[in-house]
């Protein structure tokens, strides 16, 4: 799909669109297809994860991997950073219920590592360690940072994100005791307005996430603008693995 298509028309051919199968991603712990979207004389591509593929895992409640990457796209808007491609909740597919997400095309040799240390980047890098903060990343890979043909970055795979409990782990630890730049706290400050006042917000976020998971996202909102230092790392694991 052309990056200049409207977002709008992006989410309606990722809700209406016919998905069709191309492949297995055979990395990663959970089911992941690579998949054609076809809707209205549009085909692209897609990455769909089916709820019935996710792996169990003993801290985060089985079958609810899909919400989350959508509810890290519906934060990601709601801050206005775009930094998560768009991504739905398609209650039918190839194999059921699914978060389905346009695909990035991407340069494989690419990842966090790679461009950290770029200075045109710092602004995104920033709002992105942000992003893990308030959404409580618990496996932020380096592979996870992707920068399109455009140079544009994004970040991809939020299944184990907005936990109720700290669970921080991310190898963006640069920034570590440093200020957030003011024009970052803005608009997580705008965001938080938005939490407590816009329905819609809340009634998308009540759809995909438990009430004590969106309890404790206000509470990290609140939190970071109390303080707005980019965190140490905790004495918890902190880094993921692997790290790419």
């Not at 990455?47 to 796209?73: M, N, S």
């Not at 194999?95 to 095309?105: F, K, P, V």
């Not at 494989?108 to 942000?130: C, G, H, I, K, S």
Request: with cysteine; net charge negative; proline share 9%.
């Amino acid at each position: 799909m052309p990056p200049e298509t409207p977002k709008e028309t992006v989410l309606r051919w990722l809700r209406e669109g016919e998905i069709q199968l191309l492949g297995l991603i055979p990395w990663g712990s959970n089911a992941t297809f690579l998949v054609a979207v076809v809707h209205e004389g549009i085909t692209g591509l897609a990455i769909y994860k089916p709820q019935r593929g996710e792996e169990p895992l003993w801290d985060f409640p089985h079958g609810t991997l899909c919400y989350r990457e959508v509810a890290a796209y519906v934060v990601s808007e709601a801050l206005g950073w775009g930094l998560v491609p768009p991504t739905v909740l398609r209650r039918s597919g190839p194999y059921g219920r699914g978060a389905l997400q346009l695909y990035i095309e991407a340069d494989p040799e690419e990842n966090y590592f790679t461009f950290r240390d770029d200075p045109a980047l710092q602004p995104t890098l920033m709002r992105l360690a942000v992003f893990d903060l308030l959404t409580n990343n618990a496996d932020r890979k380096a592979g996870h940072c992707l920068k399109d043909r455009n140079g544009r970055i994004w970040a991809i795979d939020h299944g184990i994100c907005f936990h109720a409990e700290p669970k921080l782990r991310t190898v963006i630890w640069d920034y570590r005791g440093q200020e957030i730049p003011e024009d970052i706290v803005e608009e997580v400050r705008a965001f938080e307005r938005q939490l407590k006042t816009d329905a819609d917000l809340r009634g998308e976020l009540a759809r995909l996430l438990r009430p004590e998971e969106i309890a404790a996202l206000e509470e990290r909102t609140a939190a970071l603008l109390e303080r707005p230092v980019f965190p140490h790392p905790g004495p918890w694991r902190s880094v993921p693995w692997p790290m790419i």
